[in-house]
């Protein structure tokens, strides 16, 4: 399949779940906020350290269309490669370091140390530590809108569990769910896995070619999609240079089946 092909299939499809989540996302906020005992959303503008993650789970057809948008918004392929290139060899290199991919709790709360933030944060050295904003904010991936803080945002900075409002989160979660059947049906396959890194390799010319080639898993066999899903995102990484290994694999399903 061709890019703009790719793209006449796919935005509609991310536009519509985006529809539908955002008109349910309100109806469910509003739902908490009359009630005068619910607790309240502690992120504040500004609040940066989720843009911080080591994992920033998207699909790679949610950073497609987002790349898509930046391009034809006016930014440069080399422009913006040049910001995710860097990012994409430095998280690597960490993961190398640390052992292997996908980062566990543990390597996450140490990367989290390094304050190496997604290419799409803005920064000024007048802003706090791993404060400032999202540079797409109009057109941020859904984790980047359903996520959110109950408890204090210091839980964040320490990559320490919080309390969400589970309707919202499950809604985002169905909603990131609803894309991923949209990639199947249009591509064969959906990888899901960490925002930058899925945007780095898709500015590269294997990247690219790999996302836009349509998958035929034979849904008889068992577990053949989850299969070519794997494959999408494993592919795709190596595209950055990144060599996998059998075990990292394993732990990659996993991680990826506690995501969704
Ligand atoms: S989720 Fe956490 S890090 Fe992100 S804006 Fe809210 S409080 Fe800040
Ligand atoms: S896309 Fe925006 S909100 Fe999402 S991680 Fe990047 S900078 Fe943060």
């Known amino acids: 399949m061709n890019f703009v092909k790719a793209l006449e299939y796919l ?12 008109t349910d996302r309100d109806v ?7 009630h005068a005992e619910s607790p309240r959303v502690t992120c504040t503008k500004g609040c940066g350290a989720c843009c911080h993650f080591p994992l920033i789970p998207a699909t790679a057809g949610e950073a497609f269309v987002l790349l898509a948008r ?22 690597l290199e960490a993961a190398r370091q640390s052992g292997s991919l996908p980062l566990t709790d543990d ?15 803005v920064s000024t050295p007048e802003d706090g530590p791993m404060a400032g904003h999202c540079g797409v904010f109009e057109i941020r ?59 780095a390799a898709l500015m590269t010319d294997a990247g690219m070619k790999t996302f836009l080639t349509t998958a035929n898993p034979d849904l008889g066999e068992e577990n053949s999609q989850d299969i070519a899903d794997f ?30």
């Not at 204090?152 to 919080?162: F, N, R």
């Not at 990639?183 to 930058?196: N, T």
């Open 11 to 22: 935005l509609p499809a991310v536009d519509a779940v985006h529809a539908r989540w955002t």
């Open 28 to 34: 469910l906020f509003a739902k908490h906020n009359a």
């Open 70 to 91: 930046l391009l034809a918004d006016g930014q440069s392929l080399e422009e913006l490669h040049g910001k995710f290139s860097p990012y994409a060899r430095r998280y």
């Open 107 to 121: 390597q996450q709360r140490r990367f989290l140390k390094e304050k190496l933030p997604c290419p799409l944060f």
């Open 141 to 199: 991936p859904l984790i980047c809108d359903f996520f959110h803080n109950l408890e204090s945002p210091e839980l964040c900075l320490l990559k320490k569990p919080h309390g969400s409002f589970t309707d919202v989160m499950e809604r985002g979660h169905d909603a990131l769910d609803e894309i991923r059947i949209a990639e199947r049906r249009i591509f064969g396959r959906s990888a899901l896995g960490h925002l930058p890194l899925l945007l």
């Open 231 to 260: 494959g999408l995102y494993l592919e795709l990484i190596s595209c950055l240079g990144y060599q996998w290994s059998d075990g990292e694999w394993t732990s990659l399903a996993k991680a990826q089946s506690e995501v969704i």
